[in-house]
T-cell receptor, first 115, second 115 residues
Framework: AQSVAQPEDQVNVAEGNPLTVKCTYS??????LFWYVQYPNRGLQFLLK??????LVKGSYGFEAEFNKSQTSFHLKKPSALVSDSALYFC?????????????FGTGTRLTIIP | SQTIHQWPATLVQPVGSPLSLECTVE??????LYWYRQAAGRGLQLLFY??????ISSEVPQNLSASRPQDRQFILSSKKLLLSDSGFYLC??????????????FGAGSRLTVL
């Protein structure tokens, strides 16, 4: 089965500084990778995805992610953090089960932007 | 445009009571439907997914069940709730086909507290 790991439960960044939220993956075949964000007591919102092509993927709210095949990583980045970026972030990988598609999520990283 | 609705938003139930959470999708047909559970504000666990009416795949054996009586309706049920069933339940949908391009769109969630 495909899986992703988010090694950091919590990341704190000062407002205005660059931020990175880490994700590594373990897949057989080509990885299809996703990032989602969750604000308190809300559902998850899609940020970006990597299917193929350019290793740097741009997404919503100024976020981007870099696919690195040699390091099996898909880290989420933003050049300048905003307080409003504080939320729970999930990395996910597509899995196929008897021909049906589903997403397997990491355990989440809580990002706190300090004013 | 497509929308997804979940209800109730909040539910407090005694141990041993039944459960019914409902999810409906509008503006699309023949969607893939999913139920996830998020415990302790953290990781997401896929409970059930469905690729069509009456077709349910269960990921984790437990005292919960799911049904899809109509194309765009997905129901999560239990005959007798356990304390461990407490959590935040998220319904999601995606388009069928278009392998790898399928983004999950989530509902706002239903918070269940079992006392």
């Amino acid at each position: 089965a495909q899986s992703v790991a988010q090694p950091e439960d919590q990341v704190n960044v000062a407002e205005g500084n660059p931020l990175t939220v880490k994700c590594t993956y373990s897949v057989s075949g080509n990885p299809y990778l996703f990032w989602y964000v969750q604000y308190p007591n809300r559902g998850l919102q899609f940020l970006l995805k990597y299917i193929t092509g350019d290793n740097l993927v741009k997404g919503s709210y100024g976020f981007e992610a870099e696919f690195n095949k040699s390091q099996t990583s898909f880290h989420l980045k933003k050049p300048s953090a905003l307080v409003s970026d504080s939320a729970l972030y999930f990395c996910a990988v597509r899995d196929i089960d008897f021909g049906n598609e589903k997403l397997t999520f990491g355990t989440g990283t809580r990002l706190t932007i300090i004013p | 445009s497509q929308t997804i609705h979940q209800w109730p938003a909040t539910l407090v139930q005694p141990v041993g009571s039944p459960l019914s959470l409902e999810c409906t999708v509008e503006g699309t047909s023949n969607p893939n439907l999913y139920w996830y559970r998020q415990a302790a504000g953290r990781g997401l666990q896929l409970l059930f997914y469905s690729v069509g009416i009456g077709q349910i795949s269960s990921e984790v054996p437990q005292n919960l069940s799911a049904s899809r009586p109509q194309d765009r309706q997905f129901i999560l049920s239990s005959k007798k709730l356990l304390l461990s069933d407490s959590g935040f339940y998220l319904c999601a949908w995606s388009r069928q086909g278009a392998w790898g391009a399928n983004v999950l769109t989530f509902g706002a969630g239903s918070r269940l507290t079992v006392l």
